[in-house]
């Protein structure tokens, strides 16, 4: 079992900033690649960036390339997400998830756990 825990999200003006912070704790060892997903009000969960956990390149969903930035700290079992020039269109929940089995994987079913999410709300 992995448990996830986000934090970091709040509310900020249109090209403001916010880092996230997953916190995992558990079997971690068995973690294969750990990812941030969004959903917006009526919206399917959309893939936002996500990570090897033991090295690699980082890879991003097409909304946010160039603006945002994944990053992990094995010490700390803790994955960051900086997010820069925000837009009202960035507001959705945040979601944190580990993948077991894939290192490099958008799909939302390839993740095994999640944490509760946290809100990011970017005002016009």
């Known amino acids: 079992q992995v448990q996830l825990v986000e934090s970091g999200g709040g509310l900020v003006q249109a090209g403001g900033s916010l880092r996230l912070i997953c916190a995992a704790s558990?079997?971690?060892?068995?973690?294969?690649?750990m990812g941030w997903f969004r959903q917006a009000p009526g919206k399917a969960r959309e893939f936002v960036a996500a990570i090897s956990w033991r090295g690699g390149s980082p890879y991003y969903g097409n909304s946010v390339k160039g603006r945002f930035t994944i990053s992990r700290d094995m010490a700390k079992n803790t994955v960051y997400l900086q997010m820069n020039s925000l837009k009202p269109e960035d507001t959705a929940v945040y979601y944190c998830?580990?993948?077991?089995?894939?290192?490099?994987?958008?799909?939302?079913?390839?993740?095994?756990?999640w944490g509760q999410g946290t809100q990011v709300t970017v005002s016009s």
């Open positions: 998830g580990v993948s077991q089995q894939y290192i490099y994987t958008i799909r939302f079913n390839d993740y095994d756990y």
């Open positions: 558990g079997r971690t060892f068995n973690a294969a690649a």
